[in-house]
């Protein structure tokens, strides 16, 4: 979180849990991302990232874990899809670093 703070950028985790889960969570992993809900599953509909999943064979609605990088204006700069979590936190930072110049 230091380098993003460094660069000026803002990081913000969403998902569908509510409150009282993004706490336990923050605590079980020690979380210094700040979580916002959508229990209301808005964020996910905008952001295209509630989709049909599929796990031996069977269907169901699912989050497609993803990252993205909006700059100072608002615009998208890099839109990572079906995210895995070791070493990502890396490719997002060296994209801050290049949208901001740093």
Known sequence: MPEFEALGAA?????RDNAIKHQKFITK???TVP???DTEDKAMQAFGVWVE???YGKKYMGIDRSTFLFDSEGKLFRSWRR???PG???DVLESVREM???
């Open 11 to 15: 990081v913000l985790g969403v998902s």
């Open 29 to 31: 992993y020690d979380l």
């Open 35 to 37: 979580l916002a809900t």
């Open 53 to 55: 999943k599929q796990l």
């Open 83 to 85: 995210v895995r979590v």
């Open 88 to 90: 990502h936190v890396i």
């Open 100 to 102: 901001v110049g740093g």
